[in-house]
């Protein structure tokens, strides 16, 4: 089976500033990892996702993630984050068998202020 | 619009007083699931749903029951509530080819008294 662990329940930042929301998993086989954003009073909705190939992966609203194998980490980033980037983000990971069927991390709170 | 419309989005009731949280999607995906949320925990995944009459036990389904009659329809019931299932509840469905992306409803906030 495979894990996910988010290693920050919240994460404050200034506007502007950089961002970085850490996600480790645990797995034995090949692994499909995701970002999903959950904005207030919303469902949750895909930010991005890594399937193969490179390990940068870009995603919408200016977010990126690297995946890195040999540290089993998908950790998403921000160069410059807006009021409206305040949301809690979950880091997910499936096995690459049924890429639909997810494990979902605890969530990071992201709170940014002006 | 393509969406998953789960109903009601906020739900008081007393423990022991069945209920029913309808979801219903309209994309013609074969896959649906129910998690619910709660703080420090996350999404836990309480049943899923791989196609009509075809349902599995997820994480933590003590409590809960589901059915699978319609391809777009897959309800949430709760036979008899307790306060412990006072949490966020939510929807979410998906074709089942590799790598695509769960929908998720807005979120059924269900308090149990």
């Known amino acids: 089976a495979q894990s996910v662990t988010q290693l920050d329940s919240q994460v404050p930042v200034f506007e502007e500033a950089p961002v970085e929301l850490r996600c480790n998993y645990s797995s034995s086989v090949s692994v499909y990892l995701f970002w999903y954003v959950q904005y207030p009073n919303q469902g949750l909705q895909l930010l991005l996702k890594y399937l193969s190939g490179s390990t940068l992966v870009k995603g919408i609203n200016g977010f990126e993630a690297e995946f890195n194998k040999s540290q089993t980490s998908f950790h998403l980033r921000k160069p410059s984050v807006h009021i409206s980037d305040t949301a809690e983000y979950f880091c997910?990971?499936?096995?690459?068998?049924?890429?639909?069927?997810?494990?979902f991390g605890k969530g990071t709170s992201l709170l940014v202020t002006p | 619009e393509a969406q998953v419309t789960q109903n009601p989005r906020y739900l008081i009731t007393v423990t022991g007083k069945k209920l029913t949280v309808t979801c219903s999607q309209n994309m013609n995906h074969e896959y649906m699931s129910w998690y619910r949320q709660d703080p420090g925990l996350g999404l836990r995944q309480i049943y899923y749903?791989?196609?009509?009459?075809?349902?599995d036990k997820g994480d933590v389904p003590e409590g809960y029951k589901v059915s699978r009659k319609e391809k777009r329809n897959f309800p949430l019931i709760l036979e008899s509530p307790s306060p412990n299932q006072t949490s966020l509840y939510f929807c979410?469905?998906?074709?089942?080819?590799?790598?695509?992306?769960?929908?998720f409803g807005n979120g059924t906030r269900l308090t149990v008294t």
């Open positions: 979410a469905s998906s074709t089942t080819r590799l790598h695509s992306p769960l929908h």
């Open positions: 749903s791989m196609n009509v009459e075809v349902t």
């Open positions: 997910a990971v499936s096995d690459t068998n049924s890429g639909y069927a997810l494990n």
